[in-house]
T-cell receptor
Framework: AQTVTQSQPEMSVQEAETVTLSCTYDTSESDYYLFWYKQPPSRQMILVIRQEAYKQQNATENRFSVNFQKAAKSFSLKISDSQLGDAAMYFCAYRSYNNDMRFGAGTRLTVKP | DSGVTQTPKHLITATGQRVTLRCSPRSGDLSVYWYQQSLDQGLQFLIQYYNGEERAKGNILERFSAQQFPDLHSELNLSSLELGDSALYFC????????????FGPGTRLTVL
């Protein structure tokens, strides 16, 4: 079964600086999708970025980018120019073609002014 | 706002009772997914429906059931409730059944006393 590991329960970053959140996963599949979701105090799950495993190019969405290393089964999220509104729980997620979705335990990001 | 709506926002009930959670997907989305987020289990995928039919099953207990109606809204039924069922229940929707991006609703907070 696929597992998703986020080894950093908590991270902290200074406003305007850059932070990287780590995620590794275990799978025997070759085709799958990876996601980062943000959960602010409101508890709503908000999609941050998505990566298709068959694409070599790393996905980017404005200040958010990923470093996808398929051989290493690693999928880290980089947040540039951090803002106070980025403070939240961040979940890494893996989705296989049978639609099973697995989440990591989450990383709580604090942004210091 | 993701466009996915869930009712009620909060639900408080007693052990042994039965409750129904409701979800309306984004306009045009055919798939509905249910997730449970609890402190001890984290985020878990429960079940997916696509255009009225069950498409994928995750860690859903036998005491739980779901259905998707012709108008595409979905209901999650939880019966013989236990204290451990207290959690945040999310509904998500996507256009298709494959690996389309899922958009999450605001969740229903269930408290079992």
């Amino acid at each position: 079964a696929q597992t998703v590991t986020q080894s950093q329960p908590e991270m902290s970053v200074q406003e305007a600086e850059t932070v990287t959140l780590s995620c590794t996963y275990d799978t025997s599949e070759s085709d799958y999708y990876l996601f980062w979701y943000k959960q602010p105090p409101s508890r709503q799950m908000i999609l941050v970025i998505r990566q298709e495993a068959y694409k070599q190019q790393n996905a980017t969405e404005n200040r958010f980018s990923v470093n996808f290393q398929k051989a290493a089964k690693s999928f880290s999220l980089k947040i540039s120019d951090s803002q106070l509104g980025d403070a939240a729980m961040y979940f890494c997620a893996y989705r296989s073609y049978n639609n099973d979705m697995r989440f990591g335990a989450g990383t709580r990001l604090t942004v210091k002014p | 706002d993701s466009g996915v709506t869930q009712t009620p926002k909060h639900l408080i009930t007693a052990t042994g009772q039965r409750v129904t959670l409701r979800c309306s997907p984004r306009s045009g989305d055919l798939s509905v997914y249910w997730y449970q987020q609890s402190l001890d289990q984290g985020l878990q995928f429960l079940i997916q429906y696509y255009n009225g039919e069950e498409r994928a099953k995750g860690n859903i207990l036998e005491r739980f059931s779901a259905q998707q109606f012709p108008d595409l809204h979905s209901e999650l039924n939880l019966s013989s409730l236990e204290l451990g069922d207290s959690a945040l229940y999310f509904c998500a929707s996507s256009v298709g059944s494959g690996t389309d991006t899922q958009y999450f609703g605001p969740g229903t907070r269930l408290t079992v006393l």
